[in-house]
């Protein structure tokens, strides 16, 4: 049982979202999603349109999420690797290098990111 973690605000969800996630997934049999609060959101100077408990509706309906955890801060992620025996962990590739202290605790993967879309121009063209 390979377990595959990512973490993220997923705000109106697009398919760079879906891209990741179904990425993220085909590398193990369970992804686990650490979906950030609205309080930590703030701490990444991101503020999101949907509140937490949207968001967490929204992913635990996708095929590929077996579950969804709260993002909190920037220090949970290796307790998170351990109390879930996570095998990979995954991120888009414009956190390229800045996870790789995890390196320590399990597989780290960057994947490239989708082009053309982003919740910013979703927004503005709003
Ligand atoms: N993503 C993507 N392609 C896009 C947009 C986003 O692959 N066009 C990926 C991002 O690289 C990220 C995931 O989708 O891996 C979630 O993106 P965001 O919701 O913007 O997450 P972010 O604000 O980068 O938060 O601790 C890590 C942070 O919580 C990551």
Redesign the pocket.
């Known amino acids: 049982m390979k377990k595959v973690i990512?973490?993220?605000?997923?705000?109106i969800l697009h398919i760079?979202?879906i891209?990741?996630l179904k990425r993220a997934k085909a590398l193990g049999d369970k992804l686990i999603v650490g979906l950030?609060s609205d309080e930590f959101n703030s701490k990444?100077h991101?503020s999101s349109l949907l509140n937490y408990d949207n968001r967490k509706v929204v992913l635990e309906s996708i095929r590929y999420v077996d579950m969804v955890i709260p993002?909190t801060n920037w220090e949970q992620k290796i307790l998170d690797i351990q109390k879930y025996n996570i095998d990979i962990f995954v991120?888009?590739d414009?956190?390229q290098g800045k996870f790789d202290f995890l390196k320590d605790y399990c597989q780290v993967i960057y994947l490239s990111?989708?082009d053309g879309?982003?919740?910013t121009q979703i927004k503005e063209e709003l």
């Open positions: 990512t973490y993220g605000t997923f705000d760079g979202h891209n990741i950030s990444k991101k993002e991120m888009g414009d956190w990111r989708t879309i982003s919740t």
